[in-house]
């Protein structure tokens, strides 16, 4: 079964910051099927970042994704106010199916 | 304009028995797998299940194998999911996604519906 760990929980950055975050998967994830999604409350999930590193349709270019094997990050290069959400990473095709990290909170400091 | 619409969510029993659906509209529905995640309150996002486009594959989370069916119908372009036998830990909002394939294959949950509430409770 693979398990993803997100770190750290909370990040708490000002607008303009640069973003770092961390997806750990328990065993290596299968061709590379790893996205990230943001999302808001009262929102559904919204698609960022899929196969690791390709931006999906409309998310700006200060968003992206890295990584290979078991470790993997999102980098918001400079945030914006509209930024502040929280963000789950997702494994796909392994064992389960699919999973989901457990969360990052990105919060205004 | 690709449209998922949940609906069936309401307050159930523990024991009770639910059927969600999911209405699509806005692409050829027969083409895609769709998935079911769930979110309890103020916790993180769960996978539920999965169906392949054609209905010929399903899979489940470990968590509700046996109580949950998936299910779909290509003519109404509608994914259900039957839910038996629950628990206040299946309270949650249920989302269904569309999964998407890139040119190099590459899959994503690229359409999410703005999910139905299920609140099991006595």
């Known amino acids: 079964e693979i398990v993803l760990t997100q770190s750290p929980g909370t990040l708490s950055l000002s607008p303009g910051e640069r973003a770092t975050l961390s997806c750990r998967a328990s065993?290596?994830?299968?061709?590379?099927?790893l996205a990230w999604y943001q999302q808001k409350p009262g929102q559904a999930p919204r698609l960022l970042i899929y196969?690791?590193?390709i931006r999906a349709t409309g998310i700006p270019d200060r968003f992206s994704g890295g990584g290979s094997g078991t470790d993997f990050t999102l980098t918001i290069s400079r945030l914006e106010p509209e930024d502040f959400a929280v963000y789950y990473c997702?494994?796909?095709?392994?064992?389960?199916?699919?999973?989901f990290g457990q969360g990052t909170k990105l919060e205004i400091k | 304009q690709v449209h998922l619409m949940e609906s069936g969510g309401k307050v159930v029993q523990p024991g009770g028995s639910l059927r969600l659906s999911c209405e699509a509209t806005?692409?050829?529905?027969?083409?895609?797998?769709m998935h079911w995640v769930r979110q309890a309150p103020g916790k993180g996002l769960e996978w539920v299940a999965a169906?392949?486009?054609?209905?010929?594959?399903?899979n489940y989370g470990d968590f509700v194998k046996g109580r949950v069916t998936i299910s779909r119908d290509n003519s109404k372009n509608t994914v259900h999911l039957q839910m038996n036998s629950l628990r206040t830990e299946d309270t949650a909002i249920y989302y269904c996604?569309?999964?998407?394939?890139?040119?190099?294959?590459?899959?994503?949950?690229?359409?999410w519906g703005q999910g139905t509430r299920v609140t099991v409770s006595s």
């Open positions: 996604a569309r999964v998407n394939y890139d040119d190099n294959g590459y899959p994503s949950f690229d359409y």
């Open positions: 806005g692409f050829i529905f027969s083409s895609k797998a």
């Open positions: 169906i392949s486009y054609d209905g010929g594959n399903k």
């Open positions: 065993q290596s994830v299968t061709n590379d099927f």
């Open positions: 196969g690791v590193s």
């Open positions: 997702q494994q796909y095709g392994g064992s389960p199916q699919c999973s």
